[in-house]
């Protein structure tokens, strides 16, 4: 594929994208005046089925659940009405779930990984932790402490 050709599918993949958001909120909002009209949120549920994970599925569950009341069952991957809840479709309009929550953007700090005297204190708190809580030590005491020493002199 020459990259004209690429260029030419990101566009279509832009505009199919924006196309599909777009329709999601529509139905979204519809559902939820469904909902609240005849108490069915099989419409709330079959749209989050729809919906491909990676058009943040999780933000609309929250934001369903957060303007009508239903909350998420995971295990019978369904909406459960609530007994009290509140409805803002209003909110539910004005920001449109894929603003309504930032997605989580994981950060590691790597001069705290793999810090071996930090990894031999935490191992000498879990042990000191279990001694005072009367937990039974299982393997040899002494090889544990022969190593630990062994690690300390290492990470010196």
Same mark, same amino acid.
């Given at each position: 594929?020459? $990259? ?8 279509? $993949? *832009? ?5 599909? @958001?777009?329709? #999601?909120?529509? =139905?979204? +909002? ?8 005849? %108490?069915?949120?099989?419409? +709330?549920? /079959?749209? =989050?089925?729809? !919906?491909?994970? *990676?058009?943040? /599925?999780?933000?609309?569950? =929250?934001?369903?659940?957060?303007? !009508?009341? !239903?909350? &998420? ?7 459960? @009405?609530?007994?009290?809840? @509140? &409805?803002? #479709?209003?909110?539910?309009?004005? #920001? ?10 994981? %950060? ?6 793999? !810090?071996? +005297?930090? +990894? ?6 879990? =042990? ?9 030590? @299982? ?5 544990? %402490?022969?190593?630990?020493? #062994? ?6």
């Amino acid at each position: 594929m020459d $990259i004209k050709t690429i260029n030419r599918k990101i566009g279509e $993949i *832009s505009k199919s994208g924006k196309a599909l @958001t777009n329709k #999601i909120v529509e =139905v979204e +909002l519809a559902a939820m005046r469904h909902f609240e009209l005849h %108490k069915d949120s099989g419409a +709330l549920t /079959r749209l =989050v089925l729809a !919906v491909p994970s *990676s058009m943040r /599925r999780e933000a609309l569950k =929250v934001h369903i659940a957060d303007h !009508v009341p !239903v909350t &998420w069952d995971d295990e019978k991957q369904v909406f459960k @009405t609530r007994k009290k809840g @509140t &409805w803002n #479709i209003p909110g539910a309009e004005q #920001i449109p779930f894929f603003e309504y929550t930032k997605e989580s953007v994981q %950060k590691v700090n790597l001069d705290k990984l793999l !810090v071996p +005297l930090a +990894l031999i204190e935490a191992a000498q708190k879990r =042990v000191e932790k279990a001694i005072e809580e009367g937990a039974e030590l @299982t393997g040899d005491m002494e090889a544990y %402490k022969a190593r630990l020493e #062994i690690l300390r002199s290492i990470a010196a």
